[in-house]
């Protein structure tokens, strides 16, 4: 893609084809880089996510995929890894396009991680109990794991084919079918997916690509041939899709925000810890829902810990996204670098002592924000409260551990979060104590086979491992005679 293209689809993919819209609407990708459209894809209707719901329902009961093995399944996901694997530069591109992330980023993260996610995925497929036998005293069963249904996948822009492959890998493993809704930020990804879903040889209507816009996409949430929704996204929207779920008791996964604390004991080692969150609180532009942006510090090394991040964010370079060079590159949107810079001027009126950015950097065009740095925020501020989703982070200080793990959980969400000490023991017990679903020590990744997910605000139920294919199984038990049980273990 050149700057100034506009590379147009006129099709979605739905039931194998690539099938006409029902209506004329469009939906613009806009670059963040030169603010012009680069891009057009169909505006999906309500006939539309029919149309698709229909299509996976069909494929669920009456096409191959009804009566596929695991091992079938895993084979056609292997196929896509690969494939996603022979066209990860394509795909750089086309996200760093998209939603401005640095290229050099995208093609580390935006494109690795997808591949780790799906093949952790079929390892834990592998070992998982999709049927096994129960006894006791009163009986014995066969329980079977089955599908769970046709399952809607709403994916958000700021990871898009990762967080695709979060829906789309799991269900296909358990054998459901799944209607996808990209972002309307982010849409053109999926289309190269959809493309690489059928050269890999995807049954028609086992998967369905529908963008669309906010009326629409609740429209799917609650249509009723979805047994189950996989979410990832705002806080705000997750409520409003768990209230549309709720209404016809169909399953919900929701892996929301989070307002991440990153706790630094007294004897860290401050040279890993700043270098830890170079990517930790900064990669993707600060559009992460796990980054730590709420830095829980000694009162005794703010100071010095401040001067360490700065010398550290002076070798990140800002510009355009495209050149391999650059670590921040611009926000998604103007409306995004709006809110971001709505928090800025909160943390400014609230007190907060800003030490770093603040502003715009000296560039042309582009929705860029600086790198900002907040020093001495009480926990109980708006940018130490809200999840900002741009470069910024709080620096609080605290007088004691005590006090630190009670300023970490002092927030309505609990999704993220990190340690960092030379004691190892001492920071497992403070990890213990922190409430979220996933704690980093000394900057340590938990892998794509520890289940991932939040507390309160942050969401419910969990992706990744074993935990991340339960949501897209129902349990089903059948009494059997003794004299059988045993061969059907």
């Not at 492959?165 to 809704?181: D, E, H, S």
């Not at 605290?398 to 023991?425: K, R």
Request: proline letters at 7%.
């Amino acid at each position: 893609m050149t700057e100034g293209a506009v590379s147009s689809h006129d099709r979605l993919y739905i039931g194998g084809d690539w099938a006409a819209p029902a209506g004329d609407d469009r939906i613009e990708v806009v670059s963040p880089v030169t603010e012009e459209v680069i891009a057009t894809v169909p505006a999906g209707s309500r006939m539309d996510i029919d149309r698709a719901v229909a299509a996976a329902h069909a494929a669920l009961i009456s096409n191959p995929w009804a009566s596929t093995t695991l091992e079938d399944r895993i084979a056609l996901l292997e196929r896509l890894r690969d494939l996603l694997v022979k066209h990860s530069d394509e795909l750089a591109q086309v996200i760093t396009e998209e939603m401005g992330c640095p290229i050099s980023q995208s093609r580390a993260i935006q494109v690795v991680n997808p591949v780790r996610i799906l093949e952790g995925y079929i390892e834990a497929a592998r070992q998982y109990p999709f049927r096994s036998v129960r006894r006791s005293e009163h009986g014995q069963a066969l329980v079977l794991r089955e599908p769970v249904g046709v399952v809607a996948g709403v994916v958000p822009w700021n990871v898009p084919l990762s967080l695709t492959m979060q829906k789309l890998v799991p269900a296909l493993l358990t054998g459901c079918t799944i209607v996808l809704k990209p972002s309307p930020e982010t849409p053109l990804d999926a289309y190269v997916v959809a493309r690489l879903l059928e050269e890999a040889g995807c049954p028609p209507g086992v998967v369905n690509i529908v963008p669309a816009d906010r009326d629409v996409s609740e429209y799917l949430i609650s249509h009723p041939g979805v047994a189950k929704v996989t979410f990832t996204g705002s806080s705000a929207a997750g409520r409003r899709i768990a209230e549309l779920c709720g209404q016809d008791l169909r399953r919900v996964t929701l892996e929301l925000g989070g307002k991440s604390a990153a706790v630094v004991l007294p004897d860290a080692d401050l040279d890993l810890t700043v270098e830890a969150l170079r990517l930790g609180s900064f990669r993707n532009n600060g559009q992460i829902c796990t980054l730590k942006t709420r830095l829980v510090v000694p009162a005794g090394l703010q100071d010095e810990f401040i001067d360490r991040l700065g010398g550290m964010l002076d070798t990140m370079v800002i510009g355009d996204p495209r050149d391999t060079s650059t670590q921040i590159g611009p926000l998604v949107s103007e409306r995004q670098r709006t809110q971001v810079e709505g928090y800025i001027e909160a943390g400014l009126a609230e007190g907060g002592r800003l030490v770093r950015g603040g502003g715009r950097p000296d560039i042309d065009r582009g929705w860029f924000v600086e790198p900002t740095v907040f020093a001495d925020v009480d926990p109980d501020a708006t940018i130490a409260q809200r999840e900002i989703f741009g470069p910024v982070v709080a620096v609080i200080p605290y007088a004691h551990e005590e006090e630190a793990i009670a300023i970490a959980n002092n927030s309505t969400y609990g999704l993220n979060g990190a340690v960092f000490t030379t004691d190892l023991e001492r920071g497992l017990g403070v990890a213990r104590r922190m409430e979220t679903g996933t704690v980093e020590l000394n900057g340590s990744p938990a892998g794509f086979q520890a289940p991932m997910g939040g507390v309160k605000y942050s969401g419910v139920g969990r992706e990744f491992g074993r935990e991340g294919l339960d949501p897209f199984v129902e349990l089903k038990s059948i009494g059997v005679p003794p004299a059988i049980a045993d061969s059907l273990a």
